[in-house]
């Protein structure tokens, strides 16, 4: 596949970037300073050409280690992606982040030392509706706001 022009933000909406990315580049890292950096099991990333990348609204950055900083909002703690610590050629943006994630499909895992394999294949789970949870649906009525689209 080739790069596409994607947009994409944080939750709140205070922090908002485009960039040219290969849908086919992206990938589920499962190491341990991805696991904490998001609370999740594994994240799912894309990787792009920094150059290729422009912050509309720029994000705040944290120093998660030695080596790398990530790029989040810190109105909303959005996660919004990784990058080498020496400012390299390439960084990583957070799949969940783009308005629209539904042209990306993983290539790879990454970090698999510390994949939580029953978290992989939940294909047998039972599989539930947000907007079918009375209890969800009923705050979101009374807050007089609508759910997030899908």
């Keep these: 596949m080739s790069q596409i022009p994607k947009t994409g933000g944080c939750q709140c909406g205070r922090v908002r970037y485009r960039a040219k990315v290969d849908p086919a580049d992206a990938y589920l890292c499962h190491?341990?300073?991805?696991?904490?950096?998001?609370?999740?099991?594994?994240?799912?990333?894309?990787?792009?050409?920094?150059?290729?990348?422009?912050?509309?609204?720029?994000?705040?950055?944290?120093?998660?280690?030695?080596?790398?900083?990530?790029?989040?909002?810190?109105?909303?703690?959005?996660p919004l992606g990784f990058q080498f610590a020496d400012d390299g050629a390439k960084m990583d943006l957070t799949v969940g982040s783009f308005d629209d994630p539904s042209d990306?499909?993983?290539?790879?895992?990454?970090?698999?030392?510390?994949?939580?394999?029953?978290w992989l294949d939940t294909s047998h789970l039972p599989r539930y509706r947000a907007d079918e949870y009375d209890v969800l649906s009923q705050k979101w009525e009374e807050s007089g706001a609508s759910p997030p689209e899908n």
Excluded: L
């Excluded at 150059?51 to 994000?59: A, C, I, L, Q, R």
């Excluded at 990306?104 to 029953?118: D, I, Q, R, T, Y």
């Design 104 to 118: 990306f499909h993983p290539k790879h895992h990454f970090g698999v030392e510390s994949m939580h394999e029953a």
């Design 31 to 78: 190491c341990r300073m991805c696991q904490r950096a998001t609370g999740g099991v594994s994240i799912a990333f894309v990787n792009a050409q920094r150059v290729d990348v422009t912050w509309e609204s720029g994000p705040d950055w944290y120093a998660s280690s030695p080596i790398a900083r990530r790029p989040f909002c810190s109105a909303c703690g959005t």
